[in-house]
């Protein structure tokens, strides 16, 4: 495993660092679809995620869904961090989007680090920082754009992490994501197909 931090973390933290977290994280692998964090959960350690995508969402009192943003190779959720320090309840969803590899951390360790490594304390506040502006950005998509710009966006972000033109998912999950209907993406996307710009198979989206 520390061969995979140096060559995940190597350029952040030093290797006393790297070698600390060799000695307390836990490996942990899953499949694509499956919970990481649910709403309500008390949180006990905070991922380090060294490969694949994990999808973050706000549910609301009905039991939608709303998309906040991805977590990718080397980042770490920003929401965990606040629920491990403050010992609160998850408030958010976080579902594997692909297969994943995880170094799951004690809390314990997350203060203690901040004040003995200054590029561990760096690396949350940076990791605060990144997740601020996707939530920003979240917030400006639906504030300022309308639908048809949330989709094309949605699509976009989709093919930069699956590195796929190829999207499998349905109408449904898009829907749900993007806290809307089927009924409108399933219109938006045939309209997005007569232009060109997509086209529809059974089980995939092909991104033109």
């Not at 969402?57 to 906040?68: A, F, H, I, K, V």
């Not at 408030?91 to 594997?96: F, G, Q, R």
Request: proline share 3%.
């Amino acid at each position: 495993m520390i061969q995979e931090l140096n060559e995940y973390y190597g350029s952040q933290f030093e290797l006393p660092l790297i070698e600390e977290i060799n000695s307390v994280a836990t490996f942990v692998e899953m499949p694509a679809g499956q919970d990481v964090m649910k709403p309500g959960q008390y949180i006990r350690s905070m991922p380090l995620l060294l490969s694949g995508s994990i999808k973050v969402m706000r549910p609301d009192d009905n039991g939608d869904e709303l998309l906040l943003y991805h977590l990718e190779r080397g980042s770490t959720c920003a929401m965990t961090m606040t629920c491990c320090v403050g010992n609160t309840k998850s408030e958010i969803h976080a579902v594997t989007e692909t297969p994943v590899k995880l170094l799951m951390i004690p809390v314990s360790k997350m203060e203690e680090w901040s004040s003995k490594y200054k590029t561990w304390r760096n690396y949350v506040f940076a990791s605060y920082h990144e997740r601020m502006m996707e939530l920003l950005e979240s917030v400006d998509k639906i504030a300022f754009h309308n639908m048809d710009e949330r989709l094309e966006n949605y699509l976009k972000d989709k093919i930069k992490i699956l590195n796929s033109k190829h999207i499998y998912t349905t109408h449904k999950e898009i829907a749900a994501d993007l806290h809307t209907s089927r009924v409108v993406i399933s219109r938006l996307l045939k309209k997005m197909e007569n232009l060109g710009r997509i086209q529809l198979h059974r089980s995939f989206i092909e991104v033109l």
